[in-house]
């Protein structure tokens, strides 16, 4: 019963769009309507600007963070704070308040992973970050962090569980990025600086 619990906050914590609210408090527009139709960050700071990007990323990262643990203090498990935060990132994605349109879980992914498995997401972070300066491509960075953090995971001997997690938030990922990619391999995808 608390394992069901921790994924069903995990999963509403996840499901609040700051980017969705930010663009009804600030301007009044639904931010899925607008720029790449996207729920996130990114997005945000295309249509709405830098603050309001910086209010999102943290927020949605945050989510991933006390879902984390919201899990652990449910279940004192390994497996529960996992699923809980795994529940957040599909909160985030498909939330159950906007009609299960939502983003593609990048800042709600770091925060959880931040939280279970740090040492390793500061790994594959550095390595992400270093390639998004070169290629300023936010959907290169999101994708190569999820690429190498299962690899970071399993070199640094965490429990299984982190790294079956890693290979879920990939998948995931993988999947709400499916048009960058095709973007990418086309060289149409947005770069940061310039316009979509």
């Known amino acids: 019963m608390l394992y069901f619990l921790a994924i069903l906050l995990g999963y509403l914590l996840g499901s609040i769009s700051f980017s969705y609210l930010i663009g009804r408090i600030t301007m009044n527009i639904d931010i899925r309507e607008h720029g790449s139709g996207n729920a996130g960050a990114t997005n945000t700071l295309r249509v709405l600007g830098k603050k309001a990007a910086i209010f999102v990323l943290l927020g949605d990262v945050l989510k991933g963070v006390v879902a984390v643990w919201i899990g652990y203090l449910l279940t004192h498990s390994e497996e529960g704070l996992a699923l809980a935060g795994l529940a957040s990132i599909v909160g985030h994605n498909w939330p159950v308040y906007f009609g299960f349109r939502g983003g593609k879980g990048v800042a709600t992914t770091i925060g959880v992973m931040i939280s279970i498995v740090?040492?390793?997401?500061?790994?594959?972070?550095?390595?992400a970050i270093l390639i998004l300066l070169i290629t300023r491509m936010v959907s290169v960075f999101s994708l190569l962090f999820q690429t190498i953090l299962p690899i970071a995971i399993w070199l640094s001997g965490a429990p299984s569980v982190y790294f079956w997690s890693s290979i879920v938030t990939?998948?995931?990922?993988?999947?709400r990025h499916r048009s960058n990619i095709v973007r990418i391999l086309e060289g149409k995808?947005?770069?940061i600086g310039k316009s979509k």
């Open 118 to 127: 740090p040492t390793a997401s500061l790994y594959a972070g550095i390595v």
């Open 170 to 175: 990939a998948v995931l990922s993988y999947w």
């Open 189 to 191: 995808e947005s770069r």
